[in-house]
């Protein structure tokens, strides 16, 4: 059963609206999960921490750069589990790294992410962590939206866990 407090929030974060919306694959919904609202809200933010916190085993943690930033720091802050930032692109100055924090070669990472929709952002995060040596199989969403992102990363050997569906989100719409 879907985490009802948790889906109250986000509405209460006026996190879900409705209408129609150009989504960030090139696709269009009849709905959208603003992730900057739920990601500022001091309550979203401490329920979302302390269920992820109850699926994070001994695995270091990981976030995509920038929406899963707030979450992997809040989560790391519950579970005092260190963790590591992917960004999309190696930034071009400084140590011109992809992968920020520490990471040791072979080390068990768990990627958390705001949204998965086809699933193509968790997947270059994947990738990039295991260019840099970590061993990663599971991404933990905020939301599932269903619409690939499971089948995606299967391909890639990695399981997809969410808090929440499209299905749970949506189901007294």
Known sequence: ???????????DAEAVKFGEFELSHGGTSDYYVDKYLFETNPHCLRLIAEAFAERVGDEKLAGVALG?????AVTSVETDRPYVI???????????KRIEGRLDDGEKVLVLE????????????VEALRDAGAVVDRVLVVVDREEGAEE????????????????DLLADR
């Open 1 to 11: 059963m879907a985490n009802e407090e948790l889906i109250a929030a986000l509405r």
């Open 68 to 72: 899963a930033v707030p979450l992997v």
């Open 86 to 96: 992917a960004r999309k692109k190696a930034k071009e100055y400084g140590t011109a």
């Open 114 to 125: 705001d949204i998965a929709t086809t699933g193509r952002s968790a997947v270059d995060a």
């Open 152 to 167: 995606l990363l299967a391909e890639h050997d990695v399981e997809l866990q969410s808090l929440l569906t499209a299905t």
